[in-house]
C-alpha cells in the first residue's frame, strides 16, 4: 500500500485541496440543511428551506428592493472604511516609528479600541442625528482604532538595515518613512486592510439594525418583524458571499503587486 | 600618505537596562586614501559599534571622527555602507536597487539606468538587473549590495562582515571579486571581519582588536604584491601572516 507522503501536521494545503474538501464541506453542509427542512423537522420559522431562501432572493431582487439596499450599505462601508483607513495609516505609521507619537498617541487608541464600538451606537445618535454620518461615524470608531494599532505594528517590522541604507544614503526622515518604511510593510498594511474591512460589515450591519431606513441591516430588521426568516437567512448568506468576494480579489491584488514579499529572501 | 579619515579616542558606551556596557575603549587610527584597512577580531568586540560610528549611524561617546578634516555628524553619502544582510530592497529589481542610491543627484532616469547596469556589469550580474533579490543567490545579493555602494562613489567604504552569511565557497568567489574591483577602483576601504585568511588576502593594512572593550592591539601591515589572484589565499605569505595574527587574535580570545 502506498503511504501518504503527506501524513503529520503542518501540510501546505493545495488549491486542489481547498476545492475537494472545501467544496465536500459545503456541500455536505448544505445537503443536512436541504434535508432537515424538506423533511420539515423544523419549523420553517426557524429555518426556511433552500427554496424558500432563493425565493426570498428572487422576489426581493425582482423588485429592486435588494440593489437599492445593497448599492447603499456597500456606499456607506466604501465611505465610513475609506475614512478610517485614510486617518489610520498615517497615525499608525508614525506611531510605529516617532517614538514621541507612539508614547503620546498609542495609550489613547490601545484604551478607546477595548470600548466596544457597538456602546457608541447611542451616542452617535445623540451627536449625529439617524444619518449617512452616525453610519459613518460607527464604521470608524469601529476601524480606525483598530488599524492604527495593527498598521503601526505593521510598520514596526521594517528591518532596521533598511533604513540605515537610506541614511547612509543622506535620505531624511520623510524620504525614508515613504521610500523604504512604507514600501516594506505595504504588503502587511494591505493585509490589515484585507482584515478590518471584513470587521467592517459588523458594524454597518450594527449601525444599520438600530437606525437606518435602508441599507442590508436595515432589511434583516424589517424581515424579522414580519418573520420573513427566509429573507432574513438571504440577507446573511448575501453578506458573506460579498465579503468572499472581496476577500479574494484583495488575495488577488496582492499576489499581482507584492509577489515580492513572498520570495522569503532579500 | 594624506589621512581620508581619522578617528581620535573614539569609544562607546552602551546605556542598558543592567547598567553600562563599555563596547568600544577609545581608538585612535587613520584610514588612507587608496588603502584598504581591515578591522579583525573576535565576536562582541566593537568592530561593528566602530563602523556605525563612522558611517555616522550611532555617535560616539567620546572622541570624533574626521573625514577630510570634517567632525562627522550624522549619515552622508561620503561614507558608503555595504551590510551583512538585509540590505537589498526586496520589492525592487536588482538594477533598481543600484538605481535607488543615484536618487537627487540630478541625474535623468535614463542615466541612472545607464549606471546601475553599468556598475552591475562589472560585479557580473548585468544578466540579472531585472531579476529580484529573492531571485537571486546569497554572493549574488551581496554583489548588487557592492555595486549599489559603488554606484555613487563615496569616498570611504565601510563593510561590515558582508561575506559573513555566505558558505565558504562563495565567500572565496566574493572576495576574488571585492579584490578585483578594488584594484581597478582603488579607494578608501574599512572592512571588518573575523576571518584572518579573509583579511590578509583582502588588505593593505589589518588593526586587530581586543576583546571588548575593543581597542586596537596590533597595526599590520600586509605586502603580499597587486594584483593578487586566489593563489594568494594557498600562498605562504598568507600563511606567515597568518600564524602571527591567529596568536594575537588568540590571546583575546583566552584573555
Ligand atoms: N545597542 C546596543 N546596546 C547595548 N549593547 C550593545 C549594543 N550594540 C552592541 N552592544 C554590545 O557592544 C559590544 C560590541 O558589539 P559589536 O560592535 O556589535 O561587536 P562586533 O561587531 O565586533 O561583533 C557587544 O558586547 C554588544 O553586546
Ligand atoms: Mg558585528
Same mark, same amino acid.
Given at each position: 500500500?502506498?503511504?501518504?507522503?503527506?501524513?503529520?501536521?503542518?501540510?501546505?494545503?493545495?488549491?486542489?485541496?481547498?476545492?475537494?474538501?472545501?467544496?465536500?464541506?459545503?456541500?455536505?453542509?448544505?445537503?443536512?440543511?436541504?434535508?432537515?427542512?424538506?423533511?420539515?423537522?423544523?419549523?420553517?420559522?426557524?429555518?426556511?428551506?433552500?427554496?424558500?431562501?432563493?425565493?426570498?432572493?428572487?422576489?426581493?431582487?425582482?423588485?429592486?428592493?435588494?440593489?437599492?439596499?445593497?448599492?447603499?450599505?456597500?456606499?456607506?462601508?466604501?465611505?465610513?472604511?475609506?475614512?478610517?483607513?485614510?486617518?489610520?495609516?498615517?497615525?499608525?505609521?508614525?506611531?510605529?516609528?516617532?517614538?514621541?507619537?507612539?508614547?503620546?498617541?498609542?495609550?489613547?487608541?490601545?484604551?478607546?479600541?477595548?470600548?466596544?464600538?457597538?456602546?457608541?451606537?447611542?451616542?452617535?445618535?445623540?451627536?449625529?442625528?439617524?444619518?449617512?454620518?452616525?453610519?459613518?461615524?460607527?464604521?470608524?470608531?469601529?476601524?480606525?482604532?483598530?488599524?492604527?494599532?495593527?498598521?503601526?505594528?505593521?510598520?514596526?517590522?521594517?528591518?532596521?538595515?533598511?533604513?540605515?541604507?537610506?541614511?547612509?544614503?543622506?535620505?531624511?526622515?520623510?524620504?525614508?518613512?515613504?521610500?523604504?518604511?512604507?514600501?516594506?510593510?505595504?504588503?502587511?498594511?494591505?493585509?490589515?486592510?484585507?482584515?478590518?474591512?471584513?470587521?467592517?460589515?459588523?458594524?454597518?450591519?450594527?449601525?444599520?439594525?438600530?437606525?437606518?431606513?435602508?441599507?442590508?441591516?436595515?432589511?434583516?430588521?424589517?424581515?424579522?418583524?414580519?418573520?420573513?426568516?427566509?429573507?432574513?437567512?438571504?440577507?446573511?448568506?448575501?453578506?458573506?458571499?460579498?465579503?468572499?468576494?472581496?476577500?479574494?480579489?484583495?488575495?488577488?491584488?496582492?499576489?499581482?503587486?507584492?509577489?515580492?514579499?513572498?520570495?522569503?529572501?532579500? | 600618505?594624506?589621512?581620508?579619515?581619522?578617528?581620535?579616542?573614539?569609544?562607546?558606551?552602551?546605556?542598558?537596562?543592567?547598567?553600562?556596557?563599555?563596547?568600544?575603549?577609545?581608538?585612535?587610527?587613520?584610514?588612507?586614501?587608496?588603502?584598504?584597512?581591515?578591522?579583525?577580531?573576535?565576536?562582541?568586540?566593537?568592530?561593528?559599534?566602530?563602523?556605525?560610528?563612522?558611517?555616522?549611524?550611532?555617535?560616539?561617546?567620546?572622541?570624533?571622527?574626521?573625514?577630510?578634516?570634517?567632525?562627522?555628524?550624522?549619515?552622508?553619502?561620503?561614507?558608503?555602507?555595504?551590510?551583512?544582510?538585509?540590505?537589498?530592497?526586496?520589492?525592487?529589481?536588482?538594477?533598481?536597487?543600484?538605481?535607488?542610491?543615484?536618487?537627487?543627484?540630478?541625474?535623468?532616469?535614463? &542615466?541612472?539606468?545607464?549606471?546601475?547596469? *553599468?556598475?552591475? /556589469? #562589472?560585479?557580473? %550580474?548585468?544578466?540579472?538587473? =531585472?531579476?529580484?533579490? $529573492?531571485?537571486?543567490?546569497?554572493?549574488?545579493?551581496?554583489?548588487?549590495?557592492?555595486?549599489?555602494?559603488?554606484?555613487?562613489?563615496?569616498?570611504?567604504?565601510?563593510?561590515?562582515?558582508?561575506?559573513?552569511?555566505?558558505?565558504?565557497?562563495?565567500?572565496?568567489?566574493?572576495? &576574488?571579486?571585492?579584490?578585483?574591483?578594488? *584594484?581597478?577602483? /582603488? #579607494?578608501?576601504? %574599512?572592512?571588518?571581519?573575523? =576571518?584572518?585568511?579573509? $583579511?590578509?588576502?583582502?588588505?593593505?593594512?589589518?588593526?586587530?582588536?581586543?576583546?571588548?572593550?575593543?581597542?586596537?592591539?596590533?597595526?599590520?601591515?600586509?605586502?603580499?604584491?597587486?594584483?593578487?589572484?586566489?593563489?594568494?589565499?594557498?600562498?605562504?605569505?598568507?600563511?606567515?601572516?597568518?600564524?602571527?595574527?591567529?596568536?594575537?587574535?588568540?590571546?583575546?580570545?583566552?584573555?
Amino acid at each position: 500500500m502506498r503511504r501518504d507522503s503527506r501524513r503529520g501536521l503542518f501540510h501546505q494545503v493545495s488549491a486542489r485541496d481547498y476545492w475537494v474538501w472545501g467544496g465536500s464541506a459545503l456541500a455536505a453542509l448544505f445537503a443536512l440543511w436541504w434535508t432537515v427542512t424538506a423533511l420539515q423537522l423544523v419549523s420553517p420559522y426557524f429555518l426556511p428551506s433552500p427554496a424558500a431562501v432563493l425565493g426570498a432572493f428572487t422576489e426581493l431582487w425582482g423588485d429592486g428592493t435588494l440593489q437599492g439596499d445593497l448599492a447603499i450599505s456597500l456606499q456607506r462601508i466604501a465611505i465610513g472604511f475609506s475614512i478610517a483607513t485614510l486617518f489610520a495609516l498615517p497615525v499608525g505609521i508614525l506611531m510605529g516609528t516617532v517614538w514621541r507619537f507612539e508614547a503620546a498617541v498609542e495609550p489613547i487608541v490601545d484604551f478607546i479600541r477595548y470600548m466596544p464600538a457597538v456602546s457608541f451606537v447611542p451616542l452617535t445618535i445623540v451627536w449625529l442625528g439617524v444619518g449617512e454620518g452616525q453610519k459613518y461615524s460607527i464604521l470608524f470608531i469601529g476601524t480606525f482604532f483598530q488599524q492604527a494599532l495593527m498598521v503601526m505594528d505593521n510598520v514596526k517590522r521594517t528591518p532596521r538595515e533598511y533604513v540605515q541604507v537610506g541614511q547612509t544614503l543622506g535620505m531624511k526622515t520623510l524620504p525614508l518613512l515613504g521610500r523604504i518604511v512604507l514600501p516594506y510593510s505595504a504588503p502587511a498594511i494591505w493585509d490589515t486592510i484585507r482584515i478590518t474591512l471584513g470587521w467592517g460589515w459588523t458594524w454597518l450591519v450594527i449601525a444599520e439594525l438600530v437606525a437606518a431606513e435602508s441599507g442590508l441591516g436595515h432589511r434583516i430588521i424589517v424581515a424579522q418583524r414580519y418573520f420573513h426568516t427566509d429573507r432574513i437567512f438571504m440577507i446573511i448568506i448575501l453578506i458573506g458571499v460579498i465579503g468572499l468576494v472581496i476577500d479574494q480579489a484583495m488575495r488577488a491584488i496582492d499576489r499581482a503587486w507584492f509577489g515580492w514579499s513572498r520570495g522569503g529572501a532579500r | 600618505m594624506n589621512a581620508v579619515a581619522e578617528f581620535a579616542n573614539v569609544s562607546k558606551t552602551f546605556a542598558t537596562k543592567k547598567g553600562e556596557v563599555q563596547a568600544l575603549a577609545p581608538v585612535s587610527f587613520q584610514l588612507h586614501a587608496d588603502e584598504f584597512t581591515t578591522l579583525l577580531g573576535t565576536s562582541g568586540c566593537g568592530k561593528s559599534t566602530l563602523l556605525h560610528i563612522a558611517a555616522g549611524l550611532e555617535t560616539a561617546s567620546s572622541g570624533e571622527v574626521l573625514v577630510d578634516g570634517v567632525r562627522v555628524d550624522g549619515p552622508g553619502r561620503d561614507r558608503g555602507m555595504v551590510f551583512q544582510s538585509y540590505s537589498l530592497f526586496p520589492w525592487l529589481t536588482a538594477a533598481e536597487n543600484v538605481e535607488f542610491a543615484l536618487k537627487g543627484l540630478g541625474l535623468s532616469r535614463a &542615466e541612472r539606468r545607464e549606471i546601475a547596469h *553599468e556598475q552591475l /556589469r #562589472l560585479v557580473g %550580474l548585468e544578466k540579472f538587473a =531585472d531579476a529580484k533579490p $529573492a531571485e537571486l543567490s546569497g554572493g549574488m545579493r551581496q554583489r548588487v549590495g557592492i555595486a549599489r555602494v559603488l554606484s555613487y562613489r563615496p569616498k570611504i567604504l565601510l563593510m561590515d562582515e558582508p561575506f559573513g552569511a555566505l558558505d565558504a565557497q562563495t565567500r572565496i568567489e566574493m572576495q &576574488e571579486l571585492l579584490t578585483e574591483v578594488w *584594484e581597478s577602483h /582603488r #579607494l578608501c576601504v %574599512l572592512f571588518v571581519t573575523h =576571518d584572518i585568511e579573509e $583579511a590578509i588576502y583582502l588588505s593593505d593594512r589589518i588593526l586587530v582588536m581586543s576583546a571588548r572593550p575593543g581597542r586596537i592591539k596590533d597595526d599590520v601591515r600586509i605586502e603580499i604584491p597587486r594584483p593578487r589572484g586566489p593563489e594568494v589565499l594557498t600562498s605562504p605569505a598568507l600563511m606567515e601572516y597568518k600564524e602571527s595574527l591567529t596568536a594575537s587574535v588568540r590571546a583575546e580570545a583566552l584573555a
